[in-house]
């Protein structure tokens, strides 16, 4: 079964950036990967995805035009570069496979702080 870990977040000034990595024990390189955030007390959502193959790439319209997902196959690996980070993107960020079959990981805390 793969396994995600997450990394790279941190506390950082509006404005300011992070690039988060999400690295599979397994090969991902069929299956479509979802980075996902949750803040206490609401339920967790996704946010940016990439396909296999060409890679499509789908935002929700919270980043799209500030976060960018982008992966690579041979490393196993995911990344979403974030920009403009504003306090609304203070979460924690998971990512898993678009059919949520992985176990959710540790995630990696992100604070956007004036």
């Known amino acids: 079964q793969v396994q995600f870990v997450e990394s790279g977040g941190g506390l950082v000034q509006i404005g300011g950036s992070l690039r988060l990595s999400c690295v599979a024990s397994?090969?991902?390189?069929?299956?479509?990967v979802v980075w996902h955030r949750q803040t206490p007390g609401k339920e967790r959502e996704g946010i940016a995805s990439i396909m296999s193959g060409t890679p499509t790439t789908f935002y929700h319209p919270s980043v799209k035009g500030r976060f960018v997902i982008s992966r690579d196959n041979d490393k196993n690996t995911v990344y979403l570069e974030m920009t403009s980070l504003q306090p609304e993107d203070t979460a924690a960020y998971y990512c898993?496979?678009?059919?949520?079959?992985?176990?959710w990981g540790q995630g990696t805390q992100v604070t956007v702080s004036s």
């Open positions: 898993n496979f678009v059919d949520q079959t992985a176990p």
């Open positions: 397994g090969t991902i390189s069929t299956k479509t």
